[in-house]
């Protein structure tokens, strides 16, 4: 089992800047990639970003440019470090972990693009 806690959320205006990051505790070393998915109401969840156990990364062509996702040696800490925040970015960021057997979510933390 793994276990996901997101922080960093919040209010930013348009133009502005956001780190999330998200914490994983439990059977670690079983994670085969983290990432961020995003979901606004009234739409499906989305992929963000997402990082391999071996530094691969891959993003939504949308985000390509604005955000960056990372992690810690310990790889059971990731970021999602966010840039020229607009409207549209609005939603609530989800933490992922994929092992063999599952995914697992993390609470979710809302972000709000707003002026």
């Known amino acids: 089992q793994v276990q996901l806690v997101e922080s960093g959320g919040g209010l930013v205006q348009p133009g502005g800047s956001l780190r999330l990051s998200c914490v994983a505790s439990g059977n670690i070393f079983s994670i085969l990639a983290m990432g961020w998915y995003r979901q606004a109401p009234g739409k499906q969840r989305e992929l963000v970003a997402a990082i391999t156990s071996g530094g691969s990364t891959n993003y939504a062509d949308s985000m390509k440019g604005r955000f960056t996702i990372s992690r810690n040696n310990a790889k059971n800490w990731v970021y999602l470090q966010m840039s020229s925040l607009k409207p549209a970015d609005t939603s609530v960021y989800y933490c992922?972990?994929?092992?063999?057997?599952?995914?697992?979510w993390g609470q979710g933390t809302q972000v709000t693009v707003s002026s």
């Open positions: 992922n972990a994929q092992d063999i057997q599952r995914d697992y």
